[in-house]
């Protein structure tokens, strides 16, 4: 096989979607269309992170800054649509930067009662740590977060020690309100996680919000913005960005190539760098990777069982860039497997697509059949625009401590998904929409064979 075959072929792994790479003939245009192509998706949870932090802290949380926490509850006027998906917890979000510091994490108190969780998420969209109200049997009280270049003395008080791979990254952390009257301690379980830089001296770095990338941030929406700019913008800003964030070794060979378009981590990306004899095959495949990533943004789906979809790899994407470039592009709303599993479901048992106007549904555990958990469990309704289903009766879900449940004799669980409550069972009822719905399902802090995959909810049944 000729050389050229061979690299062309080699580029059609990475392009299954692309339309433009058959007019690129030239060797040398090959290799720069490859590089543009990978170099997009690679860097594309960079970028976005990058101005997604900028947009938080100036339109978002305009108090907050990096290095804190926001809290978000239902009653925020912020984030309409995130909060309304949540029903189940309320959240903290911050963005972090270790470039000149490392920070110190305080805890809720041990003797809190609702469930938290922080998950701590890298400059590429991976999850790299999770700590929970269950998994701290040392019992510890603050954490140290620090950065790959980290060099000072830890401090002797602190035993949890987590190092984040990149500099830049965001952390999230939530809090159980399954039950309404949780509502008021999770907030301030929420309120009692603090932030300090240590050592205190430390500096946060102005990089990202220097008057140099301002420009791009006249669009609103982060993805918007991305949307808009040409080849030479995108690699000028993801330079830039590259210049404070250290690059994980695991990258470094996948990376190499893209030095033959000019972009080289840790140094200002120059345009007049690049020959003229290679731009139509940047152009191109900058165009196709843009392409390649609105199409793969809504297929972020591990496993489609009986009419459920949901993901075990979210979050540890690991070296699949095109996961984690999508994952961004859905605005970073991710957690790990072993943080908490959502499974979705728009069919019936008959592939039906599910619709309230004069059906009614069950859905049937038997008493072994309920998730594992260490924590809980919550099914909600989302409507048509993918928000939670809002209903005269308030009741926007089920979960494993609704109070009244009527179990039937042989301990199995019965729930009824229907517009209006079945005789005697409204404990178990779950209100629907007269018109199409989604069901979703989480798990939080699961047991193995949830995190494996091998657990899937039981199909809804139509009553007949």
Do not use: C
Not at 18 to 38: C, H, M, P, R, V
Not at 214 to 219: E, T, V, Y
Not at 441 to 458: A, C, F, H, R, T
Request: hydrophobic share 35%; proline share 5%.
């Amino acid at each position: 096989m000729k050389t050229l075959e061979k690299l062309l072929l080699l580029t059609l792994l990475f392009t299954s979607f692309t339309k433009g790479f058959s007019q690129i003939t030239n060797k040398d245009e090959l290799e720069a269309y490859k590089a543009a192509y990978n170099s997009f998706i690679w860097g594309y949870p960079v970028v976005s992170l990058g101005l997604e932090s900028k947009r938080f802290s100036e339109e978002i949380a305009p108090k907050s800054a990096f290095n804190n926490l926001s809290i978000f509850t239902k009653e925020s006027e912020d984030t309409k649509e995130e909060r309304d998906v949540n029903e189940d917890i309320i959240y903290a979000k911050g963005y972090f930067d270790l470039k000149n510091t490392g920070l110190i994490i305080s805890l809720p108190a041990l003797t809190v009662k609702s469930y938290y969780s922080i998950s701590f998420n890298d400059a590429f969209s991976n999850n790299f740590d999770n700590f929970s109200s269950l998994k701290n049997p040392a019992k510890d009280t603050k954490i140290l977060l620090i950065g790959p270049d980290y060099k000072g003395e830890l401090p002797k008080n602190i035993k949890k020690v987590i190092k984040a791979p990149t500099n830049f990254g965001w952390i999230l952390a939530r809090s159980s309100v399954v039950d309404k009257l949780e509502l008021t301690e999770a907030k301030k379980t929420l309120e009692t996680i603090k932030i300090e830089t240590y050592p205190k001296a430390g500096l946060v770095s102005d990089y990202w919000h220097r008057n140099n990338i301002d420009f791009l941030l006249k669009k609103p929406e982060t993805i918007a913005t991305i949307a808009a700019m040409d080849w030479r913008t995108y690699f000028k800003v993801l330079s830039q960005f590259l210049i404070e964030n250290k690059i994980p070794e695991s990258q470094a060979k996948y990376i190499a190539d893209f030095a033959k378009i000019g972009l080289v981590p840790g140094e200002e990306y120059e345009k007049t760098k690049v020959k003229k004899s290679i731009e139509r095959g940047i152009k191109q495949g900058f165009l196709d990777a843009v392409e390649l990533l609105k199409n793969e943004a809504p297929k972020q789906i591990d496993y489609d069982k009986k009419g459920w979809f949901y993901n075990v790899g979210e979050g540890k994407w690991g070296n699949k860039y095109t996961k984690n470039a999508a994952s961004a592009m859905n605005g970073f709303d991710q957690s790990a497997a072993e943080e908490f599993m959502k499974y979705q479901t728009l069919v019936d048992a008959d592939n039906e697509t599910l619709n309230g106007a004069g059906k009614g549904y069950k859905m049937t555990f038997k008493k072994l059949q309920l998730p594992a958990t260490k924590a809980f469990w919550t099914i909600n309704i989302l409507d048509n625009n993918d928000l939670i289903y809002s209903n005269p009766k308030n009741k926007y879900g089920f979960n494993n401590k609704t109070k009244g449940v009527k179990l039937q004799k042989d301990g199995s669980l019965i729930l009824f998904f229907q517009t209006t409550p079945p005789k005697n069972q409204e404990p178990n009822w779950i209100p629907v929409p007269e018109g199409g719905f989604k069901v979703i399902m989480k798990v939080y802090n699961p047991g193995e064979d949830v995190v494996s995959g091998e657990w899937i909810p039981q199909q809804l049944e139509k009553i007949k």
